[in-house]
């Protein structure tokens, strides 16, 4: 299944290469001029798609690899990416249902597994996937055994911890997507009502990538604005109930796009572009993603992955930002929290 975009052997067992190229003596080769990075996606469904086309057109990885249960849809996804080469970055595109293909990876997406149907919870996924990860986690850490890991596939904040379990990693290599997805919808609700441009809201969600997910109103702000004073400045009446309304619109936005198109892909591939560019290109930007959460913002009843504003860079996670939280918005991650330890406590890991 591999298909190599580099030179090759023609038929006559001419060297191509050497035939519409010649080297000029002494010029150094690329591996010794520029770090050769390498990204597997793991799944390559409706979101492991949405990822790989989205990372493409970011001149991120000099190869990308894809890896999925089922080989003639993984080879068809393989050529359609291969086939717009002519109009993206040059990236070596390769696929194989065997995790070999993975080696040596600077960065493992992990996209596969079961997906919500309509009106079907995130946490109703748990069993069917925490199986699917005894089969993936283990041959990604043996293959990349250096490699950070970036867990996508629902419930995204216990399968990072069933990820970081299974493969042994120390937890700064272990990242779930969390909520930077419903931070960015977030943020794009607050933009909408303020009539602003999202990319100037400073907002988050923390907590579960899912029905506890908490919303940290308290250090909203538009243009370095705090957002209630922002509000009072303009004039715009707002009352708590509007508030939590945004959030209720953050948390049912899967359910409604589940029930539209049967699944959620674009914001998602987005959202874990932006993370794997500031991983990679080690930005030390800060997001809102699922990371070891014991010890912080008074999360004490185990070892719990979710999600916090942690900075990021090439070295993974390397650190959580003290962002003030009211006592209401402590308690709300508290339970949070407690939803899933619940969780985890019946899976034996
Ligand atoms: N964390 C987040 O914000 C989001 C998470 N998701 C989750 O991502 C996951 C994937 O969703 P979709 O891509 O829509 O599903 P999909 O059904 O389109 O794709 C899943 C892919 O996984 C593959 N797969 C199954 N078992 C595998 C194995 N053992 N090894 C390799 N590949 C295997 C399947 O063949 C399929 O191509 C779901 O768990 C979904 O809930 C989806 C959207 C957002
Ligand atoms: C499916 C999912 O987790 C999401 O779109 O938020």
């Known amino acids: 299944m591999h298909k190599s975009t580099s030179g090759s052997l023609g038929p006559s067992g001419l060297d191509l290469t050497q035939a519409f190229f010649k080297p000029i003596s002494g010029a150094?080769?690329?591996?010794?001029t520029k770090r050769h990075t390498k990204i597997s996606v793991i799944g390559a469904g409706n979101v492991g798609m949405a990822i790989a086309q989205t990372i493409l057109t970011q001149d991120l990885a000099d190869e990308l690899v894809l890896v999925d249960a089922k080989p003639e849809k993984?080879?068809?996804?393989?050529?359609?990416?291969?086939?717009?080469?002519?109009?993206?970055?040059?990236?070596?595109?390769?696929?194989?249902?065997?995790?070999?293909?993975?080696?040596?990876s600077d960065l493992c997406i992990v996209t596969a597994g079961a997906r919500q149907i309509p009106g079907e919870s995130r946490l109703n996924l748990l069993?069917?996937?925490?199986?699917?990860?005894?089969?993936?986690?283990?041959?990604l850490?043996?293959?990349?055994?250096?490699?950070?890991?970036?867990?996508?596939?629902?419930?995204?904040?216990?399968?990072?911890?069933?990820?970081?379990k299974l493969s042994g990693f120390p937890s700064n290599r272990v990242v779930g997507s969390g909520t930077n997805l419903d931070s960015s919808r977030f943020r794009f609700l607050i933009a909408d009502h303020l009539d602003v441009n999202a990319q100037d809201v400073q907002a988050y969600i923390?907590?579960?990538?899912g029905d506890s997910s908490v919303?940290?109103?308290?250090?909203?702000?538009?243009?370095?604005?705090?957002?209630?004073?922002?509000?009072?400045?303009?004039?715009?009446?707002?009352?708590?109930?509007?508030?939590?309304?945004?959030?209720?619109?953050v948390i049912d936005s899967a359910y409604e796009v589940i029930s539209l198109k049967g699944y959620t892909s674009w914001a998602i591939g987005y959202s874990v572009a932006a993370l794997a560019w500031s991983i990679l290109r080690d930005q030390r930007k800060i997001h809102p993603v699922s990371v070891l959460a014991k010890g912080f913002y008074g999360v004490d009843g185990g070892d719990v992955f979710l999600s916090l504003p942690a900075q990021l860079g090439r070295g993974g996670v390397l650190g959580v930002t003290n962002v003030h939280l009211t006592d209401e918005e402590t308690q709300r991650l508290r339970d949070s929290a407690n939803t899933i330890l619940e969780q985890l406590s019946q899976l034996g890991l």
Request: glycine residues 4%; proline residues 6%.
């Open 28 to 32: 150094a080769s690329p591996s010794s």
């Open 74 to 104: 993984l080879r068809g996804e393989m050529l359609d990416l291969q086939h717009a080469a002519a109009f993206l970055p040059r990236t070596k595109i390769i696929a194989d249902v065997d995790y070999a293909v993975t080696h040596g």
């Open 127 to 139: 069993h069917r996937n925490v199986a699917l990860f005894r089969n993936v986690i283990p041959p």
């Open 141 to 164: 850490a043996k293959y990349s055994p250096d490699t950070i890991l970036l867990i996508v596939s629902n419930p995204v904040d216990i399968l990072t911890y069933v990820a970081w």
């Open 206 to 209: 923390v907590g579960e990538h």
């Open 215 to 249: 919303a940290l109103w308290s250090s909203i702000s538009v243009g370095g604005v705090p957002v209630l004073s922002f509000l009072d400045k303009q004039e715009i009446a707002y009352e708590k109930e509007t508030l939590e309304s945004i959030h209720k619109v």
